[in-house]
């Protein structure tokens, strides 16, 4: 089994930051596509950013420019870098991963637990 377990949430005031992170462990032979997406209160889950293995990075068009995305491949951990955090970014964030197992033979999805971002004053 691959586990992924989010760090960092909290409450924070509009214009605030906040960096999540995310670290993958289990029986892991490589991991793909890591990404992390929200849910906010009564709407569906969203994509927020995605980082391929070869570094390559997609946002939602609402967090462009105030959040930024890293991974390090070799601790198999990704970050989120929040700043200039706005009412509308509340919502719980879940990590996600392409990982694929040791003597498995093909990728498969990971969902972390999620973790509470609040951006109130």
């Known amino acids: 089994q691959v586990q992924l377990v989010e760090s960092g949430g909290g409450l924070v005031q509009p214009g605030g930051s906040l960096r999540l992170s995310c670290a993958a462990s289990?029986?892991?032979?490589?991991?793909?596509?890591m990404g992390w997406y929200r849910q906010p209160p009564g709407k569906q889950r969203e994509l927020v950013a995605t980082?391929?293995?070869?570094?390559?990075?997609n946002y939602a068009d609402s967090v462009k420019g105030r959040f930024t995305i890293s991974r390090d491949n070799a601790k198999n951990t990704v970050l989120l870098q929040m700043d200039n955090l706005k009412p509308e970014d509340t919502g719980v964030y879940y990590c996600?991963?392409?990982?694929?197992?040791?003597?498995?033979?093909?990728?498969?999805?990971?969902w972390g637990q999620g973790t509470l971002v609040t951006v109130s004053s």
């Open positions: 996600n991963a392409q990982a694929l197992r040791a003597g498995d033979y093909r990728y498969r999805e990971v």
């Open positions: 980082i391929t293995s070869g570094g390559n990075i």
């Open positions: 289990g029986n892991i032979f490589t991991i793909g596509d």
